[in-house]
């Protein structure tokens, strides 16, 4: 048993203990809430966290297959249709006969520059024989010539002067007429490949009467019939209808109409997703080629890709859906576009230390989307920056953070034409920029963004659009 003072002792130590309990209860308490009230009194920040992501400008337009090649198919001469052996929707290949003309002056004019070069070839023959004919006279005559002049100068006076003369007049006129039967040799000659070229000429008419193919492809149109008379293209400034209508289908062309803001982002090679809904197909092709040139009157440049189409599922006119990546950074330090201002000639941001205090930052930004932008150096990941309202803030002030949850990546979308509904699941399952009523008001049709959408917005392309009047977020 304890003595009464030893309970004594024990009581006021335990009622000390309990009274510096109570004490350091209330301090504690106290100090709590000063701290409340001090952060109550601090300016609220909303803030985001630099994350690493990628940026990407993607154009979604509506093309048109075109054939590669489209031949309208005139005869060159003119006259009856005997036989046309296609019809529409036949595929035939280059050099086939598609149909064959009745032209019976042809025929008689063909069978008269038979006969003419037959007797051109006479002609030769003809002045073959005169030619011999006329040196075998010849021969004679100045031999005789040679003989009397021999004798004349062996016994001066036995031989008449008249006598040498018209011997030798003889000599010359036999001389003259061989040269005559050469120059007719050479005119008759002549005269062959006249007959010859006239002939070969009425026959390529005559061929024409078999029209052929100039490429392979497919008969789109059938313009004339059986018996009909045909008249034949002699110019281009002919009205008159082709026989058929043939189309390269095997290639084709998908033309797009590139707006005029995005032109500068179009170079050869550029992979295109192209999606074909009316036959439910996706395929990737390159730009092969643009007429480097605005439309005055689309404000549009017209681009081609070169698509494979062998088994001729896709027809001619049929409408794609195409996308073409105008610009893309991956594996880059990102913030939201809001946390960007303009100072002086360049950007900053209003940065956050471990103490939640302000510091203004410079920085240098490049691509920028609709909610993202990219910042190339200033910046680490992890940081937090100030979204909006950054003119209310000062620096090494303090302030309360709320953080706001932003995605690190975006796929900025921009449309010259019918929109694709599925066009968000081809692109790499990234985050799309667009709002499900900016999708839906795209597929009605729509035509263009707002002009900060247009293109690719660049730092030096675009309106100070994170620059903040009044604070708050935009």
């Not at 019976?104 to 038979?114: D, N, R």
């Not at 002549?190 to 008969?219: D, F, K, W």
């Not at 049929?318 to 000639?345: C, F, H």
Request: aromatic letters at 2%.
């Amino acid at each position: 048993m304890h003595s009464p003072s030893a309970r004594l002792a024990t009581g006021i130590t335990a009622g000390c203990a309990t009274l510096f309990a109570a004490l350091s209860l209330t301090a504690c308490q106290s100090q709590a809430d000063r701290d409340d009230a001090r952060a109550a009194t601090l300016p609220t920040a909303r803030v985001a966290a630099a994350q690493r992501g990628s940026i990407s400008h993607v154009l979604t337009l509506a093309g048109q297959f075109q054939p590669y090649q489209a031949v309208d198919v005139h005869p060159k001469v003119s006259g009856y249709m005997r036989t046309i052996r296609v019809d529409i929707g036949d595929i035939v290949k280059e050099g086939q006969t598609l149909a064959t003309l009745e032209v019976p002056e042809l025929k008689a004019q063909l069978q008269q520059t038979v006969f003419q070069v037959d007797q051109s070839r006479e002609e030769i023959t003809r002045a073959q024989h005169e030619i011999s004919r006329a040196e075998a006279q010849h021969q004679a005559i100045h031999g005789q010539f040679g003989r009397l002049q021999q004798a004349a100068q062996g016994h001066p006076g036995m031989i008449a002067q008249q006598e040498l003369d018209n011997a030798r007049a003889g000599d010359l006129s036999s001389e003259a007429q061989v040269d005559s039967a050469k120059a007719a040799l050479a005119a008759a000659k002549q005269h062959l490949g006249a007959a010859q070229a006239e002939s070969s000429r009425v026959e390529a008419l005559h061929n024409y009467t078999n029209v052929i193919a100039p490429i392979s492809g497919v008969v789109v149109w059938r313009y004339a019939d059986t018996g009909a008379l045909i008249q034949g293209g002699s110019n281009s400034n002919t009205q008159d209808l082709p026989i058929v209508r043939l189309s390269q289908s095997s290639l084709l062309r998908l033309r797009l109409p590139i707006p005029e803001a995005d032109v500068r982002y179009v170079h050869q090679g550029d992979v295109i997703t192209v999606r074909v809904d009316a036959v439910n197909r996706s395929l990737t092709g390159k730009v092969v080629r643009f007429t480097r040139e605005v439309s005055p009157d689309t404000r549009t440049m017209e681009t081609e890709i070169d698509v494979d189409n062998k088994d001729l599922a896709i027809a001619p006119g049929m409408y794609a859906n195409a996308m073409l990546r105008l610009a893309s950074v991956d594996q880059i330090v990102t913030v939201p576009v809001e946390a960007l201002v303009i100072k002086g000639n360049g950007r900053a941001v209003y940065v956050l230390d471990d103490s939640n205090h302000v510091h203004i930052r410079s920085v240098q930004a490049g691509i920028e989307g609709n909610k993202l932008a990219e910042i190339k150096s200033g910046l680490q990941p992890g940081e937090r920056v100030i979204l909006g309202g950054q003119d209310h803030y000062q620096e090494g002030e303090a302030v309360n953070p709320v953080v706001a949850e932003e995605p690190s990546s975006e796929t900025q979308q921009e449309t010259g034409g019918t929109i694709d509904l599925n066009a968000d699941e081809q692109l790499d399952n990234q985050p799309s920029a667009q709002a499900p009523e900016e999708r839906r008001a795209g597929s009605a049709g729509v035509q263009q963004r707002n002009a900060q959408q247009s293109g690719v917005n660049q730092p030096d392309a675009h309106q100070p659009r994170a620059q903040h009047a009044g604070g708050g977020a935009r």
